[in-house]
């Protein structure tokens, strides 16, 4: 810790505001040190807090907040007092005569568990030294992160928490073993089907993720190379994860009508979940393209009717109509990718092949609703930004499938896919096992605005859910789907991660065309016991943590 943190933590701990006189000389001496910001946010502290603490009973008290517990109980006003990095009273500090290091005043504002997201993309910025706050999620909201998904992992699980724990991470964050990653490892990028002996090495990798501390097992079974497995190799290998009290979470084979099509995928992970027994958890469910809209009615009903069987279902779902992937994998088929880089640019570049694979794009560009569904939101070439697919194709003067094959030979390009109807949205999103998620991704609006874009527009301008089914299902539902011990409720002995905001200003910024603006409202978000959102402003503490599955013997 710099001297400057430390003495902003010194600050940010404040105390009953006794002390003026040292409170005004503590701030002389320190402020040409510090943001102007918490200089004037941080009017309550008076003394260090190590001295101070020894006779307060809490470290932070937040007072006078309505309590929306994440049960889905209704609310309440209460004061909650947290030591060190857990929730130890809920009730009336006055009757308690309560003293406290610090005092947050939530008049007026939601008191509710810090939100938890099954899925993001997040492993690479934890691990990177400008990103590892992980500020497009605290500013949600956000207190704890799944990653890891879509079969993407890594192979070393223990590697990746402990540099997440040594470098500090803004929010607590939880790893998946990857699929995709492990079938890559021991098979590499063929199409081909395990032997035996490659089945056991894969198995031997998902049990060592677990034991690492992995919470489950994810799969792409829509991405190379994870579409290459027969749902029996994903059977097998959940059962490991199944053993060691981990769950499935998957990136469906088809959320369209590319190959077994949305229900057949259902049906796919549902067989998935029964055998192996395991949960199993829908990533960013969707009906994808208009051959499907409308589908969502048979989709939640299938789900329905394996829960009332006593198969663990569940999904999750970001609240846009776009989803955000890359040109290649939303109109490249498959079979153009076996072998890697390398064969598919082979193939690409081949009289023979090549009319063929622009034929199958031209198809899967249909089912995704047109060149105009799709908006190039990451480029190498700058300029290619912002612009759809027929624009691009029209100033290249090629149709929209070739100039999107020339695009994706020169290099990866990020793309949001305007493909879900409102119709399906909203069907999904009123059910009790729909979590929220973000799926955040570059460029995508949805990495920084996901949880109050739904406080926004589906609890407080549509009126389709309820502030407290919101909550409950962005935080306690994903804890007890994902399995995560004492997070997702404010209880008594849970870990202190909270969020509190302002319902009148709660609200997502980031657009299409300005995907990295901040969200707002969210005045204080602590993590672990921690101040890392103060008054809407990151405070600068990592205080978040790598979780690690506890897995039994
Ligand atoms: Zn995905």
Redesign the pocket.
Known sequence: MSARNQLLSLISHGVFNRFAIPLFVLFALIAPLTHPRVVQTSSHSSLPANRQSRTAQFDLLIIHGKVIDGSGRKPRTADIGIRGDRIVFIGDARKKNATAARTIDARGLIVAPGFIDP?THTLGDLSDPDRKSNQAYLLQGVTTVITG??GGSVLNVAETLRKWDEQGVGTNAILLAGHGTIRGRVLGPTDAQPTDAQLEEMKRLVARAMDEGAFGLST?L?YAPGSYAKTEEVIELAKVAAAKGGVYDT?MRDESSYSIGLLGSIKETIRIGREARIPAHI??IKALGPEVWGQSRQAIDLIRKARAKGIDVTACQYPYDASGTNLQASLVPRWAEVGGRLEFLARANSPEVSPRLLAEMEANLKKRGGAETLLVTDARDRKLIGKRLNEIAKEMDKPPVAAALELIKQGNVGVASFNMSEQDIARFMKQKFIMTCS?GSTGHPRKFGTFPRKLREYVYSEKLISLLFAIHNGSALTAETFRIPDRGLIREGYFADVVIFDERTVADRATYEQPELFAVGMKYVIVNGKVAVDDGVYTGVLAGRALRKQVRP
């Open positions: 899925h998904n879509d792409g829509y990136h990533s960013h799926d």
